[in-house]
């Protein structure tokens, strides 16, 4: 083959080449011609997998194409929010991240923060509440704090999370807002907040720090209750539950949150179809009943507000971990 030929062969493919990606599906005009993969860092069962299965079956309903639940478990949550982070930014993989992704960097667990992520909206966040014997004679929050006060160094015991869990640096935070020192009470590291709760029933510790979908088991049966949630609102599923800023004038308020993301460098215009398809989705009375029945609250937060969101829930971590002790 003469020099010429092989220049109008390699001119001709190359023709071809560009055609084949202006017409690709990765152009937002196009998308999704194809599933799009939802990445959960946690276990089948749970609840950032039963929320995400739920957006997985109104977002197929929505869009048309299948919306496939991958559950990417291990490392804490490190590799699960990687995988999407690492993901091919052609708007076919998404994910769900949670709180833990503002505490693993901190711990050296991951170099991946929340900028990493090109930011859908916030689905989800449920307050941390604070739990105690029905049989104790804590009446408020402000009960519990005096009596942690005036006792000895690690006197009074808690528990709710793993050692800087989201339960943990929770209850480090309402310390420290009360000007009491994150390590006064002895911290009882649990396999999530589950087992916590049940040593506060069995009075293994004097109080312990769960969402209030968490709880609710054990309050149903009776055997513990809760004194103040810590959020600056109440909550519509537990009105009689008293806000930590109703009780003491402080602000501090801290929970877990679910939200959806896709690798940072996602076609913009995809970002907002998916955000304009997940704002009807999250007032779909199907969507509102899911959520409602187990407990779960919902909210909205799309784009910049959500990445506003994040940075403060990292800052809010890596302040609280710093005064534990547990990282530098």
Same mark, same amino acid.
């Given at each position: 083959m003469t020099r010429s030929i092989k220049s109008r062969c390699c001119y001709a493919l190359g023709a071809a080449s560009l055609v084949m990606l202006t017409s690709s599906p990765l152009h937002a005009d196009s998308w999704p011609e194809k599933p799009v993969t939802l990445i959960v860092p946690w276990g089948a069962g749970g %609840?950032?997998?039963?929320?995400?299965?739920?957006?997985? &079956?109104?977002?197929?309903e929505s869009f048309g !194409?299948?919306?496939? !639940?991958?559950?990417? &478990?291990? %490392?804490?949550?490190?590799? %699960?929010? *990687?995988?999407?982070?690492?993901?091919?930014?052609? %708007?076919? &993989? =998404?994910?769900?991240a949670? #709180?833990?992704i503002g505490g693993m960097h901190y711990q050296g667990l991951t170099e991946i923060t929340y900028q990493d992520y090109s930011p859908i909206g916030l689905y989800n966040a449920d307050p941390v509440a604070?739990?105690? *014997?029905?049989?104790?004679?804590?009446?408020?929050?402000e009960d519990l704090l005096s009596t942690i006060r005036s006792s000895e160094h690690r006197e009074?015991?808690?528990?709710? *999370?793993?050692?800087?869990?989201?339960?943990? =640096?929770a209850e480090a935070g309402m310390l420290l807002a009360s000007d009491i020192a994150a390590d006064k009470v002895a911290w009882v590291p649990s396999e999530g907040a589950a087992p916590g709760l049940q040593d506060l029933a069995a009075g293994g510790v004097d109080f312990a720090t769960a969402s209030m979908p968490e709880g609710r088991a054990?309050?149903?049966?009776?055997?513990?209750?809760? #004194?103040? #949630?810590?959020?600056?609102?109440?909550? &519509?599923?537990?009105?009689?539950?008293?806000t930590f800023e109703e009780e003491t004038g402080n602000d501090w308020s801290f929970g877990s949150w679910r939200g959806l993301v896709a690798p940072a460098g996602v076609d913009e215009e995809i970002i907002t179809t998916l955000q304009a398809h997940m704002s009807d989705i999250v007032n779909d009375p199907a969507y509102l009943e899911f959520m409602e029945n187990r407990g779960y609250a919902t909210q909205w937060l799309e784009g910049d507000e959500f990445m506003e969101f994040m940075q403060n829930s990292d800052q809010r971590i890596g302040e609280t971990l710093k005064s534990l002790g547990i990282v530098e």
């Open positions: %609840g950032t997998d039963a929320t995400a299965r739920m957006l997985s &079956t109104l977002l197929e !194409v299948p919306f496939p !639940v991958v559950n990417r &478990t291990g %490392g804490s949550g490190v590799i %699960g929010h *990687s995988a999407i982070a690492n993901a091919s930014p052609d %708007g076919y &993989t =998404i994910g769900v949670t #709180l833990e604070v739990f105690v *014997s029905s049989r104790s004679d804590y009446d408020s929050v009074l015991k808690a528990s709710g *999370s793993a050692q800087g869990g989201v339960n943990h =640096i054990l309050m149903d049966a009776g055997l513990i209750k809760p #004194l103040v #949630l810590l959020n600056t609102e109440r909550s &519509t599923s537990s009105p009689e539950v008293p």
